[in-house]
């Protein structure tokens, strides 16, 4: 059946190190969103992207995250340098057009010690 | 921007009750309204959503309400089961041309109690 598949589940890196997470859309969906999930401050969106390009990222710390789509069956979110602030979960959902129900992946939980 | 206030953060009912989360949004331009369950480990999982135009949804023991004018939406479960215990979203969304803007809620944690 179809769904989002994020890779890695987990990372566990040192401060310092880059971080690459990578999603995997359900095909023919045209928007992607990266969530950051927290404790304190609940999901967060970082990025979202419509057919590829990116219309959002207000919520992304610009110095040290970047996301990318280099093409529709592929979602990237980079941290460098990653600091232990960044520990979360991060969650990638996809969706076809706006306003619909967006499918959310596992998430990748990430550790930086 | 969008804020959308949640409450309770916990509830707790016994099996069979009913359960009602609540959620006021700021944005008078937002026009969808999902609602999401998520499991331990697992990812958000949509349960029901609703849209500007409409006051009120139902699916089997869930429904959602919206009053526009007071800016706020509920989600109601009636006959409640243990598998409705988790952590429960509300969002609202402001989507146009293309562009969408989508603000949680903090989540409730629902414990149903057999």
């Known amino acids: 059946d179809a769904r989002v598949t994020q890779t890695p589940r987990h990372k566990v890196t040192e401060m310092g190190q880059e971080v690459t997470m990578r999603c995997q859309p359900i095909?023919?969906?045209?928007?992607v969103f990266w969530y950051r999930q927290t404790m304190m401050q609940g999901l967060e969106l970082l990025a979202y992207?419509?057919?590829?390009?990116?219309?959002?990222d207000s919520g992304m710390p610009k110095d040290r995250f970047s996301a990318e789509m280099p093409d529709a069956t592929l979602a990237t979110l980079k941290i460098q340098p990653s600091e232990p602030r960044d520990s979360a979960v991060y969650f990638c959902?996809?969706?076809?057009?706006?306003?619909?129900?967006?499918?959310f992946g596992q998430g990748t939980r990430l550790t930086v010690v | 921007g969008e804020n959308v206030e949640q409450h309770p953060s916990t509830l707790s009912v016994q099996e069979g009750d009913s359960a009602v989360i609540k959620c006021t949004y700021s944005?008078?331009?937002?026009?969808?309204f999902p609602w999401y369950k998520q499991e331990l480990g697992k990812g958000p999982q949509l349960i029901i959503d609703i849209r500007s135009n409409v006051g009120e949804k139902k699916d089997q023991r869930i429904a959602v309400t919206l009053n526009k004018t007071a800016k706020h939406f509920s989600l109601h479960i009636t006959e409640t089961q243990p598998e409705d215990s988790a952590v429960y979203f509300c969002?609202?969304?402001?989507?146009?041309?293309?562009?969408?803007?989508?603000?949680f809620g903090i989540g409730t944690k629902l414990q149903v109690i057999p």
């Open positions: 095909l023919g969906h045209n928007t």
């Open positions: 969002a609202a969304s402001k989507g146009s041309g293309g562009y969408q803007k989508v603000t």
């Open positions: 959902a996809s969706g076809f057009e706006v306003n619909t129900e967006a499918f």
């Open positions: 992207f419509r057919n590829r390009a990116p219309l959002d």
């Open positions: 944005d008078s331009a937002s026009n969808y």
